[in-house]
């Protein structure tokens, strides 16, 4: 308890890091679009929302789930997932006349090639805009998965740790190995499912 009557007790949201107050007051009175992305380990979200005196009103809503129903069959939580569901989202949002928005990621700490920046250039790449610098981006290599195939093939000389550590892709009927192509194939999915 605290002993002086002038003591101001922190939201608790605040006291588990989950919000910033200080930036947060900052997107909001910016009177902006946001870009909301939040990361999980098997899902990635894109919201666009927009603040309301009753409270935030989200415009669009996509998680990676969404992706099953293009036929990923790749990991919902890794860097070519949160690619495509950026993209979804984005091109959900061209639809209903939201063309530009500032990123909100949260608390995270920001990490240059994140899966919050994947996502943020396939919202980019719908053809919204949205304010950043080019270097955060991830490279077209990891987008697209070529890193986890060329990965799934150095590890499939040994077979206990290749079904270890791809055990969710080959339940799914997936090689790995084939990642960058399957990768392509659902975002063409996407381009054309929502134009």
Known sequence: MAANKNYTVKFNRRNQNKTNY??????????EIRLVIRT?????????VQYDDKGDKVLINV?????VAFGWKGHRGNLPSAYLTGLYAGLLAKKKNIKKAILDSGSYTSIKGSRIYAALKGVVDSGM?????????PSEDTISGEIIS???????KDPEAYKKQFGSY???????EQL???FKE???KIMHGVN
């Open 186 to 188: 659902t975002k063409e």
């Open 22 to 31: 200080n930036r947060r007051l900052k997107l909001v009175k910016s009177h």
């Open 150 to 156: 060329n990965y799934a093939t150095m590890l499939s």
């Open 180 to 182: 960058p192509l399957h």
């Open 40 to 48: 999980h380990l098997n899902n990635i979200i894109a919201q666009f």
């Open 129 to 137: 805009d949205i304010p950043h610098s080019k270097t955060i981006l």
């Open 170 to 176: 080959i339940k799914r009927n997936m090689k790995p």
């Open 63 to 67: 998680n990676s789930k969404n992706l």
